[in-house]
């Protein structure tokens, strides 16, 4: 029944900081920013959502939305699809942006993996599809 992941969320205290990298640096489209409680971007044929865990929390207001409170803390971790030409483009990006590369491997099924930071401290890895037996889209 399920089909797929069609969100998939991180929290961050610092939705500008968040916004600069996501969107600057990984190049993602910005969907949405509601002042200091998200920001959403397109990634793929899903989106990702960026929450501030201090505003999420919240109960929603009687005229809102009936979207239950959620946050978590500390880091989550996030993995975008990608082919092993991109994860060169995004490595050679992330070194000129000063972004430390904390992993550059591959896995034992030969699949590529790069780990590094957002700025609240979310794993972000880059993956080659392979990883999971998946098939490159064209």
Not at 26 to 47: M, S
Not at 92 to 118: H, M, T, V
């Amino acid at each position: 029944m399920i089909e797929g992941i069609l969100e998939t969320a991180l929290y961050a205290d610092d939705l500008d900081a968040a916004e600069v990298f996501y969107g600057g640096i990984l190049d993602l489209e910005k969907v949405l920013r509601a002042g200091n409680r998200h920001v959403f971007f397109r990634c793929g044929p899903g989106i990702l959502l960026i929450f501030n865990p201090a505003e999420t929390i919240k109960p929603p207001p009687a005229d809102a939305l009936p979207v239950p409170p959620h946050g978590a803390t500390g880091p989550g971790h996030i993995c975008f699809r990608m082919t092993g030409e991109a994860i060169d483009r995004i490595r050679e990006k992330l070194n000129k942006a000063g972004i430390a590369i904390e992993s550059d491997f591959r896995w034992p099924n030969g699949a590529r993996s790069i780990y590094f930071r957002d700025p609240a401290g979310n794993s972000v890895e880059c993956a080659e599809p392979r990883l999971w037996n998946i098939e490159q889209e064209s």
